[in-house]
C-alpha cells in the first residue's frame, strides 16, 4: 500500500458506491468505461482491499469499501470546500443539484428560482422532482445536494434538517358543494368522491390513512398524479382533494374553488434537508440561507 490517496481515484470510487454500477458511474464521469473499472482497481490495490463484490453484472460494496465510503465523502467535501475557499472573493459559483417537490417548485419557489438565475448566474440550479422517499434515499446517497421535502416528520436518520415553515393543508372542492358551509366529521368524508395525486405524497398518504381509520372500507381516491390535475378536476365538481393551501390559493381566491370546514389531524412542515456530516459548499450555504429568508418573507405576508 502506497499510503497515499488519490482524491481522483476516491472520487470515481464514490461515484461507483453511490449508483452501484460502473456503466452509470462512467456516463456520470463522462469517463470510458474501461477507465472507471481501471481507476477503482487502482484504488484496491493501493489500499490492499477489494471495495466491490462483483456479482455478474451487479455490484455492491464490500466491507471494506462501506467503512470507506463515509470518509472518501467527507475527504471529497473537504477538497470542495478548500477549492471555493482559495479562489478569489467573488459571486459564488458551482453546480447545485436539488431535490424539489410540485407543491413547492410550482407555488412557493419561483421567486427563488428566478433570484438565482438573474443575480448569482456563476450557480448551475439542476432540479430533480422526485417523492419524499425517493428524495431521501438520493440524498443519502449523495446524489443531491439538497433536498426539499414535506413531511409531517422534521428529524430524518442520516440527514441535517431545516424546518422552513408549517404547510397548511385545506380540503377544496368545487363552488355550491353540498358539504359546503358546516363542520364536517372525518367519516362524512368517505362516501364523496375523493381526488388525489398519486401514492407516496406525504399530505396524500396522511389523508388516506385517516379515513381509513376505523372505516368499514377502504376508501378510493382517483388520482390525478399532479398538484395542478387534481386541483383543476376539484374545480370542475370531479371531487373533493386535500391539498396544500399555497397550491389553491389564486383558485380560492377566484373563487374556481371553495373551502370545505374540515382540518387534518396531522400537520405538514416544508423542509430543506442534506446529509448528513456533508461540508456545504459556498453556493449551497447561499442556497439556504435565501430560501430560508424568502419564505419567512412568504410567511410573513400569509399571515
Not at 68 to 84: F, I, K, N, T, V
Not at 254 to 265: S, Y
Given at each position: ?16 458506491a453511490t ?36 456479482l455478474?453484472s451487479?455490484i455492491?460494496?464490500t466491507e ?6 463515509p ?8 477538497a470542495?470546500?478548500?477549492r ?19 407543491s ?9 428560482f428566478e433570484?438565482?438565475h438573474?443575480?448569482?448566474?456563476g450557480?448551475r ?13 438520493a ?17 430524518h ?6 424546518v422552513?415553515?408549517t ?24 362516501g ?9 405524497c ?21 388520482e ?9 378536476a ?7 382533494a ?11 381566491a377566484?373563487g ?13 412542515h416544508?423542509?430543506?434537508?442534506w ?12 442556497f ?16
Amino acid at each position: 500500500m502506497s499510503g497515499t490517496l488519490e482524491l481522483r481515484l476516491l472520487a470515481t470510487f464514490e461515484k461507483v458506491a453511490t449508483r452501484l454500477s460502473f456503466t452509470r458511474a462512467a456516463a456520470d464521469l463522462s469517463y470510458a468505461q474501461s477507465t472507471v473499472t481501471a481507476q477503482v482497481r487502482a484504488l484496491e490495490q493501493d489500499l490492499g482491499v477489494e471495495l466491490f463484490d462483483r456479482l455478474g453484472s451487479r455490484i455492491r460494496l464490500t466491507e471494506a469499501g462501506e467503512r470507506l465510503l463515509p470518509y472518501a465523502r467527507r475527504l471529497l467535501d473537504l477538497a470542495d470546500e478548500a477549492r471555493a475557499a482559495a479562489v478569489a472573493p467573488g459571486e459564488p459559483s458551482g453546480q447545485l443539484t436539488v431535490g424539489t417537490i410540485e407543491s413547492l417548485t410550482s407555488y412557493r419557489l419561483p421567486p427563488l428560482f428566478e433570484l438565482f438565475h438573474h443575480r448569482y448566474p456563476g450557480i448551475r440550479l439542476s432540479l430533480r422532482t422526485t417523492g419524499g422517499d425517493e428524495t431521501l434515499d438520493a440524498l443519502r446517497r449523495g446524489l443531491y445536494d439538497l433536498g426539499f421535502l414535506m413531511e409531517a416528520r422534521t428529524e430524518h436518520a442520516g440527514l441535517e434538517t431545516v424546518v422552513l415553515l408549517t404547510e397548511p393543508l385545506v380540503l377544496v372542492a368545487a363552488p355550491g358543494h353540498p358539504l359546503a358551509g358546516r363542520p364536517l366529521a372525518t367519516a362524512e368524508l368517505r362516501g364523496e368522491p375523493l381526488l388525489a395525486v398519486e401514492s407516496g405524497c406525504a399530505f396524500r398518504d396522511l389523508f388516506e390513512a385517516e379515513l381509513n381509520a376505523d372505516a368499514p372500507r377502504p376508501v378510493a381516491f382517483r388520482e390525478f398524479g399532479t398538484v395542478e390535475a387534481t386541483r383543476r378536476a376539484a374545480a370542475t365538481g370531479l371531487g373533493i382533494a386535500l391539498l396544500p393551501e399555497v397550491a389553491v390559493a389564486d383558485l380560492l381566491a377566484a373563487g374556481t374553488l371553495q373551502r370545505l370546514d374540515w382540518r387534518p389531524p396531522f400537520t405538514l412542515h416544508s423542509q430543506l434537508a442534506w446529509r448528513s456530516g456533508k461540508q456545504l459548499t459556498s453556493a449551497a450555504r447561499l442556497f439556504v440561507e435565501r430560501t430560508r429568508q424568502l419564505l419567512r418573507e412568504q410567511r410573513a405576508s400569509e399571515g
